[in-house]
Nanobody
Framework: QVELVESGGGSVQAGGSLTLSCTTS????????MGWFRQAPGKEREAVAA????????YYSGSVEGRFAISQDNAKNTVYLQMKSLKPEDTAMYYC????????????????????WGHGTQVTVSS
């Protein structure tokens, strides 16, 4: 089981930017896909972005496409989520997740099954 540690959350005003980081305890290249999920109080968990590690194919939900960008740094075993033009509705706990190669993970998004995730980092956007 891989350990995932998120950082970079915080409080910003609408229109601001934040960059989240997710560092893994194992080699990033050992995974097929890494993703970012978010969950706001009283709402369902939402997959917002993912990246295929082998070819860097990126996936975005409609609610963040054009504003968020996911990237990877294999040398640092880190995945990033650059968030721009933040809106109050982006307020949530953001979680990094790693795919489950067996396809039996509990979190799903963009056709991938995710089996490991971190403790999350809070993002709060004020109007």
């Amino acid at each position: 089981q891989v350990e995932l540690v998120e950082s970079g959350g915080g409080s910003v005003q609408a229109g601001g930017s934040l960059t989240l980081s997710c560092t893994t305890s194992g080699y990033l290249s050992s995974r097929n896909c890494m993703g970012w999920f978010r969950q706001a109080p009283g709402k369902e968990r939402e997959a917002v972005a993912a990246i295929s590690i082998s070819d860097s194919t990126r996936y975005y939900s409609g609610s963040v496409e054009g504003r968020f960008a996911i990237s990877q740094d294999n040398a640092k075993n880190t995945v990033y989520l650059q968030m721009k033009s933040l809106k109050p509705e982006d307020t949530a706990m953001y979680y990094c997740a790693a795919d489950d190669p067996a396809g039996t993970g509990s979190w799903y998004g963009f056709g991938w099954s995710f089996g490991d995730w971190g403790h999350g980092t809070q993002v709060t956007v004020s109007s």
